[in-house]
């Protein structure tokens, strides 16, 4: 008996040896923390190493968990005739390009839940009627517009652009995706309707044809109005048009000798870019449409982000912590240009960053955000 037992306890000994084993096995793996400060010094030293010449300014804003966490600033944002400069700084308002379409494509996804309308349905019916579109133009869906896969190879946002496309139809109906700005641009003639249809039916009418100019202003008007009431007032920010202003920055070009352009009035072909704001306000567009509900419900947020409606594929990078998403702004005007950006990172991160000046080639900035971003993550002791 005594045998036994001893037996019995030798082989309860074991098991449990083995259990404990088997519990440090299953020990919590190691964790990685972020740093906004780490963020900061790698974007930092990314832009710098970014080519041979510096930007003449550059602006930066980092988001947390939907709050302000960081900035930081570099150069000049304009110049004067006499030869002075102004310091390039957050609230300093530049061209934002083709960011404005990010903002477009809320503006479309609030008008759609409005009119109980799907992504797929077709466009035709909330285009002018003196637009006189082609069938394959009025076919088009909504998710194929802010998608660039409707087959519209237009850069041109300007009216008279844009009659001319929408008339003739596409170039090739079978190559659908391209990138091109005039999928934004027809939202300027399309969300006045989406707004108040009977209204712009009325408008359209008495203006038409004998007045066109005057009905054309009246939908530029109208598109920006919206997107002031139902987005920019809306998280607190104050007129926000596509104008310059005295605190409008220039764009520059790169190296020795100076030349600098000051972007004009982009009322008239708004919709796929234009607007003008500082760093620090489409820091907060981006965390209003991360954080909150003001602008997009949740679920409109996931199938914008599922769906990359306004969003850039190529700049919505993956990263160490999963899917980014992004829209970039590019312009230039012969030497001088500049560059905008926003992302939203997947732990409540967001970027937004501002280069007035191109250096010959344009700045692979979603790149040099998410290499930045990826370096900020440390292993936890």
């Known amino acids: 008996m005594k045998s036994l037992l001893k037996k019995l306890s030798i082989v309860v000994a074991a098991v449990f040896l083995l259990s404990a084993c088997a519990k440090k ?3 919590a793996p190691p964790t990685k923390s972020f740093s906004v400060a780490k963020f900061k010094a790698n974007l930092q030293q990314e832009i710098k190493n970014s080519a041979a010449t510096m930007p003449r300014g550059y602006s930066f804003v980092i988001n947390q968990n939907g709050k302000w966490a960081d900035t930081s600033s570099y150069g000049v944002a304009s110049m004067s005739r006499a030869g002075s400069f102004t310091a390039m700084h957050p609230d300093q308002e530049i061209n934002i390009a083709s960011v404005t379409k990010a903002m477009t494509s809320v503006a479309v996804q609030q008008l759609l839940k409005k009119n109980n309308l ?22 088009l869906t909504f998710v194929e517009l802010l998608t660039h896969t409707s087959g519209i190879s ?14 003739k139809g596409l170039d090739d109906p079978a190559k659908k995706k391209k990138y091109a700005n005039l999928n934004f641009g027809l939202f300027r003639a399309m969300i006045p309707f989406l707004r108040d249809k009977s209204s712009a039916q009325s408008q359209e009418a008495s203006m038409v044809p004998q007045n066109i100019a005057g009905f054309e202003n009246w939908l530029n008007s109208q598109y920006i109005g919206y997107m002031q009431q139902h987005l920019f007032s809306a998280i607190g920010m104050p007129i926000t048009n596509c104008k310059p202003s005295d605190n409008t920055a220039q764009a520059f070009n790169e190296g020795e000798n100076i030349e600098t352009y000051t972007p004009g009035d982009w009322t008239s072909s708004s919709g796929g870019g234009g607007y003008f704001m500082s760093t620090m306000e489409m820091a907060r567009f981006i965390a209003y449409l991360a954080h909150d509900e003001t602008l997009l419900s949740k679920m409109q947020r996931e199938e914008m982000d599922s769906k990359f409606l306004g969003w850039d594929t190529w700049h919505s990078q993956m990263t160490v912590a999963g ?8 312009l230039q005007w012969g030497a001088p240009g500049l560059q905008t950006l926003i992302v939203k990172y997947p732990n409540g991160v967001e970027l937004a960053l501002t280069i007035n000046s191109y ?17 900020a993550w440390t292993m936890d002791k």
């Open 25 to 27: 096995d299953k020990a």
């Open 118 to 139: 799907k992504l797929t349905d077709q466009i035709g019916q909330w285009l002018p009627i003196y637009f006189y579109a082609a069938k394959e133009v009025r076919e």
């Open 154 to 167: 237009e850069s041109s946002c300007d009216f008279e652009s844009m009659k001319a496309l929408v008339k």
């Open 323 to 330: 899917q980014s998403y992004g829209k970039d702004g590019a």
């Open 359 to 375: 250096m010959g080639n344009f700045r692979d900035m979603s790149t040099m955000a998410k290499d930045a971003y990826n370096a």
